[in-house]
């Protein structure tokens, strides 16, 4: 299946640093993609809708000036997380959707850890 | 959660037993797609099955969904160990259900 290679697999850093995670396609070519957040043990959570070339979609209660959301290729999509907290700690999963088909491929998932 | 259900939420079975799990939501769909993720890991794709499909078979794997109940189930034939994780429905809108865990005793 196609891959989505999301970057880094794991970050930790102190509050009130930003923290920029990547999602690429890498064999296809995605006009969408979709950020998640997942607390431990718990469903994936939407966060925001990420389409090329245009602003993204945010899903009600997350803030955009907090999580800032670059949609600036057909294969990148970029998550920045601006002036952490300890309870932005989370694991971030990122999906591509593949235009003929309709499927999500996701990364593997960038777990953040906020001290 | 964003929208429907999966149940059970947990699910424990011995190696070698079925494993069936639901998954509901609340709107009209276009399709329904069944995932899977291991502990941590990002999420991997199963089946994608159409509203104007009934059931899907891949492998060990047979989806079934019933468009006038919304309604979906996931049928896990001969599990076995490696099939523990937890597993999630997601609608054409890309969100998720709560998931069921499942695990699978050698």
């Known amino acids: 299946g196609a891959v989505v290679s999301q970057h880094p697999s794991w970050v930790i850093c102190k509050s009130g640093t930003s923290v920029k995670i990547e999602c690429r396609s890498l064999d296809f070519q995605a006009t969408t993609m979709f950020w998640y957040r997942q607390f431990p043990k718990q469903s994936l959570m939407l966060m925001a809708t990420?389409?090329?070339?245009?602003?993204?979609?945010?899903e009600q209660g997350v803030e955009k000036d907090k999580f800032l959301i670059n949609h600036a290729s057909l294969t990148l999509s970029t998550l920045t997380v601006t002036s952490a907290h300890p309870e932005d700690s989370s694991f971030y999963i990122c999906?591509?959707?593949?235009?003929?088909?309709?499927?999500?491929?996701f990364g593997e998932g960038s777990r953040l850890t906020v001290l | 959660s964003q929208q429907g259900e999966e149940d059970p939420q947990a699910l424990s079975i011995q190696e070698g037993e079925n494993a069936t799990m639901n998954c509901s939501y609340k709107t009209s769909i276009n399709n329904l797609q069944w995932y899977r993720q291991n502990s941590g890991r990002g999420l991997v794709h199963l089946i994608l099955i159409r509203s104007n499909e009934r059931e899907k078979h891949s492998g060990r794997l047979r989806v079934t969904l019933d468009t006038s109940k919304k309604s979906s189930s996931l049928l896990i034939t001969a599990s076995r160990a490696a099939d523990t994780a937890s597993y999630f429905c997601s609608r054409n809108d890309m969100r998720f259900g709560a998931g069921t865990r499942l695990t699978v005793k050698p």
């Open positions: 990420s389409n090329e070339g245009s602003k993204a979609t945010y």
């Open positions: 999906s591509a959707q593949q235009l003929n088909t309709g499927e999500l491929f």
